[in-house]
């Protein structure tokens, strides 16, 4: 009887111990950072490279980011006018996981299409502030440098 009792006890401490670890990397998974960044001002488009080149940094790469632009913003991502140093730190950007999204509207106003964008960018069909807001939704964090 008192074999049993010890099989149990430790059948039950072994089975603790593996939903801990579970608990564990579900929490660890739950921690890492979304944020959604809002572009839409031309002349901020290298100051929000910037910051989201820091933001990679500062959490070690523990984070989702998700790139907005609309509006005038979107120019500054055209193939044939980005400059240089923007084309370059926009595809290291994406090389670590940012998702740029363009407005579909804002595409269809100034007759661009993703062909005339920097590599990378995804169409936010719906629209840019409609796909803002399904982000935060999502638990995304809302940042507007």
Do not use: W
Not at 12 to 32: D, I, N, P, S, T
Not at 93 to 120: E, F, R, S, Y
Request: with cysteine.
């Amino acid at each position: 009887m008192l074999r049993r009792d010890i099989f149990r006890a430790g059948l039950a401490g072994a089975a603790g111990l593996f939903g801990l670890r579970q608990v564990k990397a579900a929490a660890a998974e739950e921690e890492r950072l979304k944020v959604a960044y809002h572009l839409s001002d031309v002349d901020k488009a290298n100051f929000v490279l910037g910051n989201i080149k820091n933001h990679y940094e500062g959490t070690g790469g523990n984070v989702d980011i998700v790139l907005v632009v609309h509006g005038p913003a979107l120019a500054a991502f055209k193939t044939k006018a980005a400059s240089g140093a923007t084309s370059s730190r926009f595809a290291g950007l994406v090389q670590q996981g940012l998702v740029p999204q363009a407005c579909g509207n804002t595409m269809h106003g100034m007759d661009i299409t993703l062909a005339d964008l920097l590599a990378g960018f995804q169409v936010a069909d719906k629209g840019g502030v409609v796909k803002l807001a399904e982000l935060q939704r999502q638990g995304y964090v809302y940042l507007r440098p």
